[in-house]
């Protein structure tokens, strides 16, 4: 044994098995995730599981043609994880891999305890995990450490830890290019309504709005920051309330392109047009931005590109492959569409 008590060779369910006083059966069952083991005694088993980094012999393979890759997507399969599902499927298909898809909410994160799940994953033949903007918790992705899979998670909106490899894109660059342009324009009141306060991302595209205001010498207004969920519903919430403030502005950054289209009913319920009375950008550029009426500005996220990196890395980290960077972001890029113009009487700057 190391002096912090994990076990220096590789672990056996019979080493387990005699440190927890039971059967080797026993410990099979819980490894399995069987549920027909007292809970004392599987908490017990769990935890010596965990301490000496038992690895299920099924995860201890060499990854090749045939591999199973298992995609959490975190919420709904809309515009944007069907983007980035189709990046992943194709990556699959061209490195020989099958893809295994599940979906996770908020309050339905994987049944039964982070280690029974992980090694449930490893049993199950998993080369490896990729998780869409990150739904698991630190006690998750510890557990999937102990079974050897290796973890992807794909645009994150946090990571519990730092060391957890990741691929992205540019929200910083997207949040300033998006504000540049209607800067440009001429608008001068602009608001951003986002996602999550504690997003990564989300931050990223904020800060980047905020620093295209700086740099124009036009400070921040708190009253036209809004930041709850990547949510058509709040683009309709929020743009309600900017719209109907004594000063609204005449454009507002939308961190998603489901937001966006939600501030655009609100205006149009409020009989504005747009963009003559309003001008509006998404973010992501999913189909939904080019289907709109008018079709929408937005910040193009290469959601399927980044499909592909985070298969082709997962399956690289599970081929014991030294990785250039255990974090990785794509460039983004505003497309211009038919939502943003110059303000009323505010000619665009040459």
Same mark, same amino acid.
Request: a negative charge.
């Given at each position: 044994?190391? @002096?912090?008590? *994990? ?29 027909? +083991? ?8 769990? =935890? ?38 189709? /990046?992943? +499927? ?19 994160? &994987? @049944?039964?305890? &982070?280690?029974?799940?992980? *090694? ?11 998780? +869409? ?16 899979? &290796? ?8 990571? &519990?830890? +730092? =060391? ?26 602009? %608001? ?11 931050? @990223? ?11 124009? /010498?036009? @400070?921040?207004?708190? %009253?036209?920051?809004?930041? =709850? ?5 709040? /683009? ?46 998404g973010f992501d550029d999913t189909e939904l931005a080019r289907m709109a009426s008018p079709p929408l500005t937005a910040v193009r996220q290469p959601l399927r590109e980044m499909g592909r990196v985070a298969v082709k890395t997962v399956l690289q980290m599970a081929a014991g492959e030294t990785l250039d960077s255990h974090h990785v972001e794509l460039a983004t890029e505003l497309v211009v569409r038919g939502t943003t113009a110059p303000p009323a009487g505010a000619p665009p700057e040459s």
């Amino acid at each position: 044994m190391s @002096a912090g008590g *994990r076990q220096t060779g590789r672990t056996t369910l019979a080493m387990i098995a005699a440190s927890a006083g039971v059967s080797v059966a026993t410990v099979s069952k819980v490894v399995n995730g069987r549920q027909d +083991v007292a809970p004392d005694t599987r908490a017990q088993v769990e =935890e010596l599981l965990r301490q000496h980094g038992y690895v299920p012999p099924s995860a201890r393979r060499s990854v090749g043609t045939g591999a199973t890759v298992e995609l959490i997507v975190h919420g709904s399969f809309g515009a944007y994880a069907t983007q980035v599902i189709e /990046g992943v +499927v194709h990556a699959g298909s061209e490195m020989g891999a099958s893809i295994a898809i599940g979906q996770v909410d908020d309050d339905d994160l &994987p @049944a039964g305890s &982070p280690e029974t799940w992980a *090694r449930r994953l490893a049993t199950s033949g998993r080369a490896g995990v990729v998780i +869409v903007t990150g739904a698991l918790t630190s006690a998750h992705i510890d557990a999937l450490a102990l079974t050897g899979l &290796p973890l992807v998670v794909l645009d994150p909106m946090s990571l &519990p830890r +730092v =060391e957890v490899t990741s691929v992205g894109s540019t929200n910083f660059a997207g949040g300033l290019a998006a504000t540049q342009h209607l800067l440009a324009l001429g608008h001068r009141r602009i %608001g951003y309504v986002g996602g999550p306060p504690d997003s990564g991302c989300n931050q @990223a595209r904020l800060h980047g709005y905020r620093a295209a205001l700086e740099s124009a /010498g036009i @400070a921040t207004d708190p %009253g036209l920051v809004h930041n =709850e969920h990547f949510h058509y519903e709040v /683009g309709l919430r929020a743009g309600a309330r900017l719209l109907d403030i004594p000063h609204p502005p005449t454009a507002v950054v939308g961190g998603s392109d489901t937001i966006a289209l939600g501030i655009i009913e609100a205006a149009r319920l409020r009989s504005l047009r747009i963009p003559q009375d309003l001008s509006v950008t998404g973010f992501d550029d999913t189909e939904l931005a080019r289907m709109a009426s008018p079709p929408l500005t937005a910040v193009r996220q290469p959601l399927r590109e980044m499909g592909r990196v985070a298969v082709k890395t997962v399956l690289q980290m599970a081929a014991g492959e030294t990785l250039d960077s255990h974090h990785v972001e794509l460039a983004t890029e505003l497309v211009v569409r038919g939502t943003t113009a110059p303000p009323a009487g505010a000619p665009p700057e040459s």
